[in-house]
């Protein structure tokens, strides 16, 4: 080679490479392939006959760019704009914003073997849930500082296939020292969780009134929320007499946790609630009932509260939707949750109270363990471990059993996506809108499956769920966060890139 080649060649390569990102700079990219997607593209089109958005259901187009929804266009405004582009064209399909499940119990670190975050967030991007708020008990340690807090981060690096934020814990020990709970706040809860009876786990006791008072002055600082468990256990002889009838009978396990449970706790509740109205004591502060199952008395006081101007929201779940006490045989273990399934009036005035805008929001309380807790061969409803594990199937489910009620798609982004995103502060997710995060859920309404061994379940312990054995509708095909393809009909992205989410 002559010296007029060395000299030239290195030039020629470098006007290659200026060309090269011209041209390239607006078209579609091309990853240089990354695990994190099964999709190599970071600049592409969603396109769709039924996209849900804060403004309605419209055929149209989602143009995504790495991280975040860039663009949207309806069918009629597209003028050829797409032509140059990668598209994932899903004709009928819906395509609405991922689920933000804020109420899931993940077990880790510490209890893997009841969950996890690599099974559970797989069973997540499979169901359409594309972020998850872990709970901090069911781990080992629970996540009540912020060392504890650390932990759980620690061991959700690279083993998360979506977005985790973590509530920590508002126990006796932490209540009234400012100091730990400013801490806790500050390494990134995203805000605090207490229970009013025993949680059943040792290091995480039970609160009372003036414990959540005293969290409800530090959150206010952080504008942040508490989510309580509310059921104050009221014992009494017919108590006894009720735990001493046959523990096979479901009937005897929800005589031993009535509906005046809930009752007591949210009166209590309400006493404190009052300080975080506009001029109170805790204002900026939030209160949010988990899990309400109670649809006489204990919701007309959660409604009152809100007429009253305290700053209350409240959760219910699918299994309280789905299932009534009178169709749970005996000795059906999988069934028991606290609060209690409740009878079918109950459950369809939760479903009325609902629709009618009364429950503001839907969570799964995915509360797994290993299948020898649940005492499956023995069917003891007093002794077995509550919890149900639902984390995969909480979209076909909310729909199978919403449609008889005439649920829209924009009421499932509601209650599933936008208010959860709000209670957890999530700014950028929630709603397919220019500058949010790309976190979409692609799903089919009318395609009908039978959850059975034949089909594909991500959760560590299948045999543990309600829900294994029924029929349901709703298919869901793809879920993208952050841009990232990480499930599509069966198949996990190779690397669990799903971010930490932690309150700045």
Same mark, same amino acid.
């Given at each position: 080679?002559?010296?007029?080649?060395?000299?030239?060649?290195?030039?020629?390569?470098?006007?290659?490479?200026?060309?090269?990102?011209?041209?390239?700079?607006?078209?579609?990219?091309?990853?240089?392939?990354?695990?994190?997607?099964?999709?190599?593209?970071?600049?592409?089109?969603?396109?769709?006959?039924?996209?849900?958005?804060?403004?309605?259901?419209?055929?149209?187009?989602?143009?995504?760019?790495? /991280?975040?929804?860039?663009?949207?266009?309806?069918?009629?405004?597209?003028?050829?704009?797409?032509?140059?582009?990668?598209?994932?064209?899903?004709?009928?399909?819906?395509?609405?914003?991922?689920?933000?499940?804020?109420?899931?119990?993940?077990?880790?670190?510490?209890?893997? /073997?009841?969950?996890?975050?690599?099974?559970?967030?797989?069973?997540?991007?499979?169901? $359409?849930?594309?972020?998850?708020?872990?709970?901090?008990?069911?781990?080992?340690?629970?996540?009540?500082?912020?060392?504890?807090?650390?932990?759980?981060?620690?061991?959700?690096?690279?083993?998360?296939?979506?977005?985790?934020?973590?509530?920590? $814990?508002?126990?006796?020990?932490?209540?009234?020292?400012?100091?730990?709970?400013?801490?806790?706040?500050?390494?990134?809860?995203?805000?605090?969780?207490?229970?009013?009876?025993?949680?059943?786990?040792?290091?995480?006791?039970?609160?009372?009134?003036?414990?959540?008072? /005293?969290?409800?002055?530090?959150?206010?600082?952080?504008?942040?929320?508490?989510?309580?468990?509310?059921?104050?256990?009221?014992?009494?002889?017919?108590?006894?007499?009720?735990?001493?009838?046959?523990?096979?009978?479901?009937?005897?396990?929800?005589?031993?946790?009535?509906?005046?449970?809930?009752?007591?706790?949210?009166?209590?509740?309400?006493?404190?609630?009052?300080?975080?109205?506009?001029?109170?004591?805790?204002? @900026?502060?939030?209160?949010?009932?988990?899990?309400?199952?109670?649809?006489?008395?204990?919701?007309?006081?959660?409604?009152?509260?809100?007429?009253?101007?305290?700053?209350?929201?409240?959760?219910?779940?699918?299994?309280?939707?789905?299932?009534?006490?009178?169709?749970?045989?005996? @000795?059906?273990?999988?069934?028991?949750?606290?609060?209690?399934?409740?009878?079918?009036?109950?459950?369809?005035?939760?479903?009325?109270?609902?629709?009618?805008?009364?429950?503001?929001?839907?969570?799964?309380?995915?509360?797994?363990?290993?299948?020898?807790?649940?005492?499956?061969?023995?069917?003891?409803?007093?002794?077995?471990? @509550?919890?149900?594990?639902?984390?995969?199937?909480?979209?076909?489910?909310?729909?199978?059993? $919403?449609?008889?009620?005439?649920?829209?798609?924009?009421?499932?982004?509601?209650?599933?996506?936008?208010?959860?995103?709000?209670?957890?502060?999530?700014?950028?997710?929630?709603?397919?809108?220019?500058?949010?995060?790309?976190?979409?859920?692609?799903?089919?309404?009318?395609?009908?499956?039978?959850?059975?061994?034949?089909?594909?379940?991500?959760?560590?312990?299948?045999?543990?769920?309600?829900?294994?054995?029924?029929?349901?509708? @709703?298919?869901?095909?793809?879920?993208?966060?952050? $841009?990232?393809?990480?499930?599509?009909?069966?198949?996990?992205?190779?690397?669990?890139?799903?971010?930490?989410?932690?309150?700045?």
């Amino acid at each position: 080679m002559n010296y007029l080649q060395l000299r030239v060649l290195p030039l020629l390569a470098l006007l290659a490479s200026v060309l090269y990102y011209l041209y390239f700079q607006d078209s579609p990219a091309l990853f240089e392939r990354s695990d994190c997607s099964l999709f190599p593209y970071n600049h592409y089109w969603i396109i769709s006959k039924r996209i849900v958005t804060p403004r309605g259901v419209i055929s149209g187009a989602v143009e995504v760019k790495e /991280e975040k929804i860039v663009s949207i266009i309806k069918e009629e405004d597209w003028h050829g704009d797409l032509k140059r582009e990668q598209i994932i064209d899903y004709g009928e399909a819906v395509v609405m914003p991922g689920l933000i499940d804020v109420h899931a119990h993940l077990d880790d670190p510490g209890k893997t /073997e009841w969950e996890g975050f690599p099974s559970g967030t797989r069973a997540a991007a499979a169901g $359409g849930i594309t972020t998850l708020i872990d709970m901090p008990l069911n781990s080992v340690p629970s996540t009540v500082s912020a060392e504890t807090l650390k932990l759980k981060i620690d061991a959700a690096k690279k083993n998360i296939y979506v977005d985790v934020g973590f509530w920590g $814990g508002l126990v006796p020990e932490n209540a009234f020292d400012a100091n730990s709970l400013e801490a806790l706040l500050s390494a990134g809860a995203l805000g605090l969780k207490s229970f009013m009876c025993p949680s059943g786990i040792n290091d995480f006791p039970m609160t009372n009134s003036s414990h959540i008072k /005293e969290g409800l002055s530090i959150l206010a600082k952080y504008r942040r929320p508490l989510l309580v468990h509310a059921e104050i256990p009221q014992y009494s002889e017919s108590y006894l007499e009720d735990a001493a009838n046959d523990p096979r009978l479901y009937s005897t396990y929800l005589k031993t946790r009535p509906a005046s449970w809930e009752e007591a706790a949210i009166r209590e509740l309400l006493t404190v609630s009052k300080d975080t109205r506009i001029g109170g004591p805790a204002e @900026g502060a939030h209160l949010h009932v988990v899990h309400l199952s109670d649809a006489g008395s204990s919701l007309q006081l959660l409604k009152q509260a809100k007429s009253n101007g305290d700053s209350v929201t409240f959760e219910t779940c699918p299994h309280y939707l789905a299932f009534s006490a009178e169709e749970i045989k005996d @000795g059906d273990t999988r069934f028991k949750c606290a609060p209690p399934i409740r009878d079918a009036a109950n459950k369809e005035k939760l479903w009325m109270a609902l629709l009618d805008g009364d429950i503001d929001m839907l969570s799964s309380d995915h509360s797994p363990s290993v299948p020898e807790l649940k005492l499956l061969d023995e069917g003891n409803f007093l002794k077995a471990w @509550g919890g149900i594990s639902s984390l995969q199937f909480v979209l076909p489910v909310t729909w199978t059993h $919403g449609r008889q009620y005439g649920v829209t798609l924009e009421q499932l982004a509601l209650w599933w996506s936008e208010r959860p995103a709000k209670l957890a502060g999530q700014d950028l997710k929630g709603g397919i809108a220019v500058g949010n995060h790309a976190d979409i859920a692609v799903w089919e309404p009318n395609v009908e499956f039978e959850l059975n061994n034949d089909h594909p379940v991500y959760i560590k312990h299948p045999s543990i769920s309600a829900y294994m054995g029924s029929k349901l509708s @709703g298919k869901v095909l793809a879920t993208f966060v952050r $841009g990232n393809l990480v499930y599509k009909e069966g198949k996990h992205a190779p690397a669990a890139c799903g971010a930490p989410i932690l309150a700045a």
